[in-house]
């Protein structure tokens, strides 16, 4: 008994010790990148992890310098747009998918999941050449409508997890008491799977919010940059500038963790639930 109390508290304590480790591992580049953002110029690549001078002229000059606030506004705009649509579309699609078993909605549902196995890259050239038609290159609206393309069909698979556990009973009462199909989604379906509404939610936030590719294709001025394209605009062929671009990196990791580390419950209960179901 005595050996097995041992070999027990030892397996806890490097249980612990390694997700210490984990934990350090992963937040030191958080750590790093926001002490960075306070250095003093002249200390910045001293190696200290604790410098001995710390001044907030980087954020001053990104600020007052730089057009940062346009940037996201305009990537606020995008990742709420983004979000909202996508939310309202998976709901409705993974509703009819979890309860309409018929063959065509199968057929569609393997469709869904067909089409999210291809990158993004794929379908730059194409996209592009359709909004350029439609006059929508160099606007929010143009890039919303791409990242729609990657969003909402990972989110369909994803929610449709969701609604597949749900009971059908509770589907089935809904409609005997005379309820309509919208009824019974958005007052029994939507509070039952709202972890999994949360989670793709979370999902298009994030991807909208940080993605790079498709507005480095279709903005081209200087009003249309989202925030990861002007960050990146910071460092040239010849320079880079550490302060400003450190700055932004802070600025533009911090709604994303503070929106991750109160919703993170959620965000890993959808993607098990999507990972595990199918």
Not at 30 to 52: E, H, K
Not at 91 to 102: D, K, N, P, Q, W
Not at 127 to 139: F, M
Not at 197 to 206: E, K, P, T, Y
Request: proline share 5%.
């Amino acid at each position: 008994m005595v050996s097995q109390r041992k070999t027990r508290t030892g397996a806890r304590a490097a249980l612990w010790v390694a997700i210490l480790a984990a934990t350090i591992y992963s937040a030191f580049p958080f750590y790093w990148l926001f002490i960075s953002s306070i250095t003093d110029p002249s200390q910045l690549f001293g190696g200290a992890l604790v410098p001995s001078d710390y001044t907030l002229d980087n954020y001053a000059e990104l600020f007052a310098q730089t057009a940062v606030l346009t940037w996201m506004r305009n990537s606020v705009v995008v990742a709420v747009v983004v979000t909202v649509a996508t939310v309202v579309v998976a709901v409705m699609g993974a509703y009819s998918l979890a309860f309409f078993g018929t063959r065509l909605g199968q057929a569609a549902g393997q469709l869904i999941l067909f089409t999210y196995m291809f990158p993004g890259v794929v379908i730059v050239v194409p996209a592009y050449r359709i909004l350029s038609q439609l006059g929508l290159v160099d606007s929010i609206v143009g890039i919303v409508l791409v990242e729609l393309v990657l969003t909402v069909p990972f989110c369909v698979w994803m929610l449709r997890s969701f609604f597949k556990e749900i009971p059908k009973e509770l589907f089935e009462a809904g409609r005997m008491d005379g309820a309509s199909h919208l009824r019974v989604l958005w007052s029994i379906m939507v509070p039952v799977a709202r972890p999994g509404i949360i989670a793709i939610a979370v999902f298009a936030f994030i991807f909208s919010w940080n993605e790079y590719l498709f507005p480095l294709v279709l903005v081209n001025s200087e009003d249309g940059k989202t925030l990861p394209i002007g960050v990146a605009g910071f460092m040239g062929n010849l320079t880079v500038q550490w302060g400003p671009l450190l700055a932004s990196g802070v600025v533009t990791v911090l709604p994303v963790l503070v929106l991750f580390v109160f919703l993170q419950r959620y965000l890993v209960q959808g993607l098990m639930a999507g990972a595990v179901k199918g």
